[in-house]
């Protein structure tokens, strides 16, 4: 090999590793939002625009009355202590305004760890991978679902004394949920990944 060729593959190896360490931390980032993240996860009972509607309804309902679910909550761990104890009062709720509407489907609410594809929301991204969700089934659950982040409460109405996502996340998580999906590539990858090892694994 000549000299020119080896400062070639020298110059690519070290491009290289340069680019897989930063997709290594990327990675990492991503594994700290999810270990550190409770996403709320409504299932519609069909796609009809009636369930539909319904969904919207009951999503309204819990957001509104669960306010002050995580006020002094400032860990993951007693995020997931609060939300048990509040699942059977968040379930009356689906299953009252369920029956406001005229409807009489059953309600079931569960503590799940689930595969979610990349999301971006209006001032944040979600990436790839599983997540602890609160699950709340409409009826036959068939119909498209809905989600936020529960915790850190993004997408309960804001309270006092709630923890705000800087708070639990490290400054790299926080530079990936307000990073853009469509122009970081990195995102793709992580999904490419995560979707093989959903493929694979399953939950």
Request: charged letters at 25%.
């Amino acid at each position: 090999m000549t000299m020119k060729k080896l400062e070639i593959a020298l110059l690519i190896g070290i491009i290289l590793t340069v680019w897989l360490g930063s997709i290594k931390g990327f990675a990492d980032d991503c594994s700290d939002i999810r270990a550190n993240t409770v996403r709320l996860h409504i299932l519609a009972n069909s796609d009809s625009v009636s369930d539909q509607e319904l969904k919207v309804k009951v999503r309204d309902r819990i957001l509104a009355d669960c306010d002050g679910l995580f006020e002094n909550v400032d860990s993951k761990t007693d995020a997931k202590t609060a939300i048990g104890e509040s699942e059977e009062q968040i379930k009356a709720l689906a299953e009252d305004e369920i029956q406001k509407n005229g409807y009489d489907y059953a309600v079931e609410i569960e503590y799940v760890n689930m595969y979610f594809d990349t999301k971006q929301y209006t001032d944040y991204t979600l990436p790839a991978g599983k997540y602890d969700a609160l699950r709340i089934k409409i009826g036959e659950a068939e119909g498209h679902n809905w989600w936020c982040v529960m915790f850190p409460p993004l997408c309960l109405p804001a309270a006092e004394n709630v923890v705000k996502p800087g708070d639990v996340l490290s400054t790299g998580a926080m530079g990936v949920i307000t990073s853009n999906p469509q122009v970081e590539y990195r995102f793709k990858i992580v999904e490419i990944f995560e979707s093989i090892c959903h493929f694979l694994f399953g939950d």
